[in-house]
Nanobody, 121 residues
Framework: VQLQASGGGLVQPGGSLRLSCVAS????????MGWYRQAPGKQRELVAG???????NYADSVKGRFTISRDNAKKTVYLQMNSMKPEDTAVYYC????????????????WGQGTQVTVSS
């Protein structure tokens, strides 16, 4: 199973970006999916999560500005980021709890490779 993230880049304060992360491989189903970020010198933190039913949760710092969504048919999770701030600058990682079938069903956590987001004028 692989997660491939894309969509990062440089954006001015107040601007928008949309991140995508697609899962591929021998996937039985996908439960929770999410986006995390890690700024230089800081710990990785949860930005937003979405479960298989579509329920979402957000870090307080991004509520009202970021929106997480998923397309189960495409095995893809998105993060729409609006009204971006310099403090949103970080490497963003996608995460998915994937159920795989290897003799029996198991849920394993996978991470994408990270995509750099820089908010600067």
């Amino acid at each position: 199973v692989q997660l491939q993230a894309s969509g990062g880049g440089l954006v001015q304060p107040g601007g928008s970006l949309r991140l995508s992360c697609v899962a591929s491989g021998s996937i039985f189903s996908i439960n929770g999916m999410g986006w995390y970020r890690q700024a230089p010198g800081k710990q990785r933190e949860l930005v937003a999560g979405i479960n298989s039913g579509g329920s979402t949760n957000y870090a307080d710092s991004v509520k009202g500005r970021f929106t997480i969504s998923r397309d189960n048919a495409k095995k893809t999770v998105y993060l729409q980021m609006n009204s971006m701030k310099p403090e949103d600058t970080a490497v963003y990682y996608c995460n998915a709890n994937v159920v795989v079938h290897s003799g029996l069903l198991r849920e394993l956590a996978y991470w994408g490779q990270g995509t750099q987001v820089t908010v600067s004028s």
